[in-house]
Every structure is written in structure tokens, then in C-alpha cells.
């Protein structure tokens, strides 16, 4: 492969991973022809981009980024492919899902990037599975701050038409 195709790969890469908020590494590799094929489907169906790639070049887009993705590296052997998606837990569902069904349990996680933490090792995919992405957890935070104002409220409903029964029951005798 000549250079200047390399820094085109490179480049190509890191605009990829900037333009989505989470990453996943994974490893496809033992997969035949039909497995892949479904695999890629599957992944553009949930809107999961799958790219194949070498990890030297991988590493190079990584170091232009302006995130220290220095702890990735190590994940960095053997078959590498890239997982990338806008919904943090997407991938890591599809992972498990599809190796469960597999009978070479591929695809393996290696590493991911979710919600600007690092989770490295096939140990972390239950993890990754319920991770809440920040607009979920706001959402979560808001409703429990309603809830006692909600409680409030109904209590001094609930407590007004009982005081206005009493009310109209002392005015009638």
C-alpha cells in the first residue's frame, strides 16, 4: 500500500470517529463469508457503521485526536474491527446477541469508547449493555426531582376537595 493511500485511510478514519460519540473494537475474525454478511447487516440496521481495519493505521487516527485514546492501544492486535455509533449501549447489545447465536462466539469484544470512559476487555460488555447515555440520566434526575413536587401538588388537591366536602356538609346543616 503506498503512503499516500495510508494517510488517506488515516484521515479517513478520524473524521469517521469524529462524527460519531462512541466507539467499539471488536474482533470478527474466524467469521465465514455468510456470518460477516449477516453481521454487516445487522449493524446497518441498528445504524452501527462496521469498518475493518489494520491497527497500525487505526492507532495513527487515534493519536490525531484530540482525546487521549492511549489506553486502546494495547487492544490493538490481532483482527480489529470498528464499531461505531451514536447510541452508547447499540453495539454492545448487538455484540452479545450475535455471539450468543454464533457458534465460533464472535463477535469478541476488545475495547470500546462510551460516554468518554474507556472499557477494555470482553469483561466489560454487560457493563456497556446497561450504560445510560447522559440524556437518559437527566431524564432519570428530572423525574425524580418532580416526584415530591407531583406528591405535593396532589396531596393539596386531594387535601382541598375533602376540606371543601367538610365545608359544604357543615353549610347545609
Known amino acids: 500500500m503506498k503512503k499516500e493511500d495510508k494517510g488517506a485511510i488515516i484521515e479517513q478514519l478520524h473524521t469517521s470517529i469524529g462524527?460519531?460519540?462512541?466507539f467499539y473494537l471488536a474482533d470478527i475474525g474466524g467469521l465465514n463469508a455468510a456470518e460477516t454478511s449477516d453481521f454487516r447487516r445487522?449493524?446497518?440496521k441498528n445504524d452501527i457503521k462496521l469498518v475493518v481495519v489494520k491497527n497500525t493505521l487505526l492507532e495513527k487516527a487515534l493519536e490525531k485526536s484530540a482525546v487521549d485514546f492511549s489506553e486502546l492501544y494495547d487492544s490493538l492486535k490481532g483482527e480489529t474491527s470498528l464499531m461505531l455509533s451514536n447510541t452508547g449501549n447499540a453495539p454492545a447489545k448487538l455484540i452479545k446477541?450475535?455471539?450468543k447465536d454464533s457458534k465460533k462466539k464472535k463477535p469478541v469484544l476488545k475495547a470500546a469508547y462510551v460516554e468518554e470512559s474507556f472499557y477494555i476487555g470482553e469483561n466489560q460488555l454487560d457493563a456497556l449493555i446497561n450504560v445510560k447515555s447522559k440524556k437518559d440520566l437527566i431524564a432519570d434526575v428530572i423525574a425524580l426531582l418532580q416526584s415530591p413536587a407531583k406528591n405535593v401538588v396532589s396531596a393539596l388537591q386531594s387535601g382541598g376537595t375533602t376540606i371543601h366536602g367538610v365545608l359544604q356538609t357543615l353549610s347545609e346543616r
Open 42 to 44: 445487522v449493524c446497518f
Open 19 to 22: 462524527e460519531y460519540a462512541h
Open 97 to 99: 446477541s450475535f455471539s
